[in-house]
């Protein structure tokens, strides 16, 4: 399977999930929230513009968000790479362009995997976690507030509060989930339970692909 897309409500697992197929399938991850929160911490241009949605739990307008990931694809040409999808598409109009765009290289997604997981499990882990803002490693609430990859002193996200959660989750099931709906119709849904150890929801990931 060359490129993935990981889908799932916020808390899911997505970015550590996606993190480990970098890791140990040598997967490129192209991670969207790092990549604005990274233009937010450089205070670029494009980071001031963007900022105001993620400090508020809403999606980017596409105006501003697809050109930036189409471009992002192109200039790396990862549509002739192995590629996991982290945040994006994140509405149909995103996978739209996106499918748009690696038709123009006759590439294509080759599935979308669905990580599930319960609403109380998801504010469970997004109020508690902890994150590395140097290499983006995601930590549960229990861990020492150091980094164990790079020794950078863990905080937590601006958009972990309950509120801004509560707001992403509802964003996440009106805008993102009509993509399950859109992946399983081109026959490319796969969807996994998202609970269990990360080493577990990581090993039914590898199973599925390793399927394909
Ligand atoms: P994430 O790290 O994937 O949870 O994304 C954090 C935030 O970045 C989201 O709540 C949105 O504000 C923004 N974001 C990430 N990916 C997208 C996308 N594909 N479209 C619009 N906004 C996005």
Do not use: W
Request: net charge negative; glycine share 6%.
């Amino acid at each position: 399977m060359e490129r993935i897309i990981l889908l799932g409500p916020p808390g899911s697992g997505k970015g550590t999930q996606a993190e480990l197929l970098e890791k140990n399938r040598n997967f490129i991850c192209l991670s969207t929230g790092d990549l604005l929160r990274e233009e937010i911490k450089k205070e670029s241009e494009f980071g001031k513009n963007v900022k105001h949605y993620l400090d508020n739990g809403l999606l980017v307008p596409d105006e501003i968000i697809t050109e930036f990931i189409l471009e992002t694809i192109e200039k790396n040409r990862f549509f002739e790479k192995k590629v996991v999808f982290d945040g994006f598409p994140r509405r149909v109009s995103q996978a739209d362009a996106l499918n748009k765009k690696l038709a123009e290289f006759s590439s294509s997604i080759d599935s979308t995997i669905l990580i599930k997981l319960d609403k109380e499990e998801i504010i469970k882990r997004l109020t508690g976690r902890l994150v590395c803002p140097e290499c983006k490693k995601v930590y549960p609430a229990s861990h020492s507030e150091i980094c164990d990859n790079c020794g950078a002193k863990l905080v937590k996200r601006t958009d972990d509060n309950e509120e801004v959660i509560k707001k992403r989750i509802n964003v996440y099931n009106e805008e993102t989930a009509p993509l399950i709906e859109y992946f399983n119709k081109l026959g490319k849904l796969i969807e996994i339970d998202g609970n269990g150890s990360i080493e577990e929801v990581h090993n039914k990931i590898v199973e599925v692909i390793n399927k394909q």
